[in-house]
C-alpha cells in the first residue's frame, strides 16, 4: 500500500528535507503551503514535478483549511512542521506566535478526529529544546524539567502538551520530537549559523565589510537538518507513540561556530575584548570583521543547550554523529561560498516564478 503523508511547513528548511526522504521511501508526499507576496520556494523547487508530490493551500491559523486538507489527502502520517520558528521574532509578534504553535497544534489534532482518522493518522509533532530554555540542568533529557524562556517556547510548551493530551485522552499515536538545533545550508538566512556562514563567504569574496551578531557565549548542540529529519520518520515507524530527544550531544558557543565558519572560508579570527566590546579579527590583515551589537540582544535569552540523545539511539538505532560539528560548518561554508559567488557571476539563482505559474503551481 502506497502511504500518504501529509507535511506543514513543506517551504521550510526541514520540511524540504522530509519531502525527499519520504518520496524516496516511496510515499506520496502532501505538503502545505501559504500565500505570500514574495511567492518563490526554493527549498522544494526540484521536486515540484514528481508525480507524487502534491501542494495545498492551508494555513495554521485557519482550522477549516486544515480540516479540508486533512479530509481530502486522509493521511497515513502528519509531520507538523509548520511554525513561526524565530525566537527572537517571537518576542516582536507573540500573539502570532502562539496562535500558530500553539492552538495550530490543536487544530491539526482536532481535524484529524473529526475527519474520523484518529485511529489511523499518526502524528509527528515538531517541538524544541527551546522547552528547556532557563536550564535546570546540563545535559538535557526527557526527563528534564521543562523552563520556557521566549514567548516562542511557552507556545511550543502548550503544542507538546496537548499532543501528550490527545495521546492520553484518545489513544491517538502522536508523539514529540524533542530536536536541538539543527542546520543546513537550506537554513533561514537570519538564525545564527547561516548567518555566520553566508556572512563569511560574503566577507571573503569583498561583498560585505562586517558582520554584527549579538551574544557570542550562547551554547548550542547543533546537527545536521538532513540527518534529523530521519529521527522524524523513525519516531512514526515506532511501535508505541513517545515522545524523544534528538541531539548529538556536542556542544560549541556562537563564537566557536563563527572561528570555525570565516577558517573555511579562508580567513583565520581571534577574539579580543568583552561584551559589547567583543570583536573578531582578521589575523592576517588586523582588520575587524565581527562585532557585537545589542540589536541582537533577546529580552530572555537561552544560553547552555545540551541534548543527551541516548534514548533515540537506544529505541530508534539513530546514530548522531553521522555528520559531525566541522563537517555541518564546512558543508554550509562550501554552499554559500559557491553562491555568492554564482551572484557575483550574475548568475540567477532565485527560482524563476513564470515557471510556477505555467505549472498551475501558483494561484
Ligand atoms: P522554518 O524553515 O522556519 O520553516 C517553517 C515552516 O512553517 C515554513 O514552511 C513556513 O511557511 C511554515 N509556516 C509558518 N507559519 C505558518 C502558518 N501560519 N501556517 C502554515 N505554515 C506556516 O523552520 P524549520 O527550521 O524547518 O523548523 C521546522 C519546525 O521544527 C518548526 O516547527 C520549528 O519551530 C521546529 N524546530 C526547529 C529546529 C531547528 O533547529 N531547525 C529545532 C527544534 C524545533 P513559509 O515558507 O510560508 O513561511
Ligand atoms: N539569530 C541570531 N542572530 N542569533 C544570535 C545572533 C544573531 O545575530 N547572535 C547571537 N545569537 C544567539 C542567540 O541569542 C541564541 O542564543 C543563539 O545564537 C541561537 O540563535 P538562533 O540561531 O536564532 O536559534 P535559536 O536557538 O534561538 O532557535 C532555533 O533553534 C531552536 C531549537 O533550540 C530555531 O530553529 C527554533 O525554531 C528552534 O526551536
Redesign the pocket.
Known sequence: MQKRALI??????????LSELLLEKGYDVHG???R?SVDF?E?IAHLEDNPRFHLHY?????SMSLMKVIGKVRPHEIY???????VQVSFDVPE?TA???AT?VLRILEAVRQCGLADSCRIYQ?????LYGKVESVPQNEETPFHPYSP?AVA?LYGYWIVREYREAYGMFCCS???????SE???ET?VTRKITLAAARIAQGKQRKLLLGNLSSRRD??Y?KD?VECMWLMLQNDIPEDFVIATGEQYSVRDFCRLAFHYAGIELRFEGEGENERGIDTATGRVVVEVSPDFYRPTDVVNLLGDPSKAMRRLGWNPKRTTFPELVRIMVESDMAKVAAERAGEQVRVNLAEYLEKGILK
Do not use: C, M, P
Request: hydrophobic share 30%; charged share 25%.
Open positions: 506543514t511547513g513543506v517551504t521550510g528548511q526541514d520540511g524540504s528535507y502545505t503551503i501559504r505570500s520556494r527549498r492551508a494555513d495554521l491559523g485557519d507538523n512542521l509548520a511554525a513561526q520558528s524565530h502570532f496562535d500558530v504553535d495550530g515538531a517541538s524544541t529544546s527551546e516562542y511550543k520530537g524533542i530536536l536541538f538545533n539543527h542546520e537550506r537554513r533561514g538564525f547543533w546537527g537538518a534529523y
